[in-house]
C-alpha cells in the first residue's frame, strides 16, 4: 500500500483503488492542510481520479475556507466521488452543513462508519 502522512493527515492508496485520507483526532484542517492533502492524492494516484474516502478523526475538524475549498474543482481534480465517515453528531452536523451549502463538484455521500 502506498501511503503519505502528512501532520494532520494520512493519504493511502488502498489495493481496491481507493484513495483513503485518514484526518488525525483533534486535528483543525485549514487550506494549507487542504492542499497538501490533493498533492498527495495526485503522487499516489498518478493524477488520475480515484473515488475516496475521507475518515474524520475523533475531535477534528475543518475551516469555512477549507470546506468552499473541498467542494471546488480545483480541489477535485483527482476525485472521482467522496465518501465521509464521521464519527461524533459534531463532525454528521458538519458533513451535512457541507453537502447543503458547500454543494460539492463530485458526488458526495456522508456516513457514519468508514
Given at each position: 500500500m502506498k501511503k503519505i502522512e502528512l501532520e494532520k493527515a494520512i493519504v493511502e492508496m488502498l489495493p481496491e483503488g481507493i484513495i483513503y485520507i485518514h484526518i488525525k483526532s483533534d486535528c483543525d484542517i485549514e487550506l494549507s492542510d487542504a492542499v497538501l492533502i490533493v498533492e498527495a492524492m495526485g503522487k499516489l494516484g498518478n493524477e488520475k481520479k480515484?473515488?475516496?474516502?475521507?475518515?474524520?478523526?475523533?475531535?477534528?475538524?475543518?475551516?469555512?475556507?477549507?470546506r468552499i475549498f473541498s467542494a471546488s474543482i480545483e480541489s477535485n481534480i483527482y476525485t472521482l466521488a467522496d465518501a465521509i465517515a464521521y464519527c461524533n453528531l459534531a463532525q454528521q452536523l458538519m458533513a451535512q452543513f457541507y453537502?447543503?451549502?458547500?454543494?460539492p463538484s463530485v458526488p458526495t455521500q456522508v456516513f457514519s462508519s468508514k
Open positions: 480515484y473515488p475516496v474516502l475521507i475518515d474524520a478523526g475523533e475531535f477534528s475538524s475543518v475551516d469555512k475556507e477549507t453537502l447543503k451549502h458547500n454543494q
